[in-house]
């Protein structure tokens, strides 16, 4: 069935450095991914989406890449800051799904 | 504000006793969504509605049961069946169709004692 997976459950770095969350999807249907980021106790947050059509979208200190050959999908967060701490979730879905698929999530730790 | 509330925040249950989780929106959304959450886990559908009158269920069902009477409005009871309901619960909407992220309310902390 549908899966989307994580490569790493958690990843520390220090502030200043720039993160790179990646994520694996296994259905190839899929034309629409979202990252999501999720603070302690909280729901998740919309952070920045990306399209089938589209390799790259950028928002405010975050990138998207998106590689279908591979079916691989990565977040990168410039100048990571300790208000990044948060566990990150990619979801996939496609043309009439109805709903979305999340992976496990990764657990972004900032050091000071 | 627009937003998608849940309530309550924190919920203790009895074995044995059906529970009733809040989520009201007032995004003018279509689309609702219930996912459990559990510790460092990801997120499972439980249901989905596209819809008013009408919903679907998703990955991990039993135990539960939805209704959508209003556009505005998606509760879900956590009946007797479900054996280990112990968990966050996160409600979530979206306009509709498959392109758009979901907007999530703050979540439910379900716990049996």
């Known amino acids: 069935g549908e899966s989307v997976g994580l490569h790493l459950p958690t990843l520390s770095v220090q502030e200043g450095d720039n993160s790179i969350i990646n994520c694996a999807y296994s259905?190839?249907?899929?034309?629409?991914f979202i990252w999501y980021k999720q603070e302690s106790g909280k729901g998740p947050q919309f952070i920045i989406d990306i399209r089938s059509n589209m390799d790259k979208r950028q928002g405010q200190r975050v990138t998207v890449l998106l590689n279908k050959t591979v079916k691989h999908l990565s977040l990168q967060i410039a100048a990571t800051q300790p208000g990044d701490s948060a566990v990150y979730f990619c979801a996939e879905t496609y043309t009439n799904a109805g709903k979305s698929t999340f992976g496990d999530g990764t657990t972004l730790t900032v050091k000071p | 504000d627009g937003g998608i509330t849940q309530s309550p925040k924190y919920l203790f249950r009895k074995e044995g006793q059906n529970v009733t989780l809040s989520c009201e929106q007032n995004l003018n959304h279509d689309a609702m969504y219930w996912y459990r959450q559990d510790p460092g886990q990801g997120l499972r559908l439980i249901y989905y509605s596209q819809i008013v009158n009408d919903f679907q269920k998703g990955d991990i069902a039993e135990g539960y049961s939805v209704s959508r009477e209003k556009k505005e409005s998606f509760p879900l009871t956590v009946t007797s069946a479900q054996k280990n309901p112990t968990a966050f619960y996160l409600c979530?909407?979206?306009?509709?169709?498959?392109?758009?992220?979901?907007?999530f309310g703050s979540g439910t902390r379900l716990t049996v004692v």
């Open positions: 259905n190839s249907a899929s034309d629409y």
């Open positions: 979530a909407s979206s306009i509709g169709g498959y392109a758009y992220g979901y907007t």
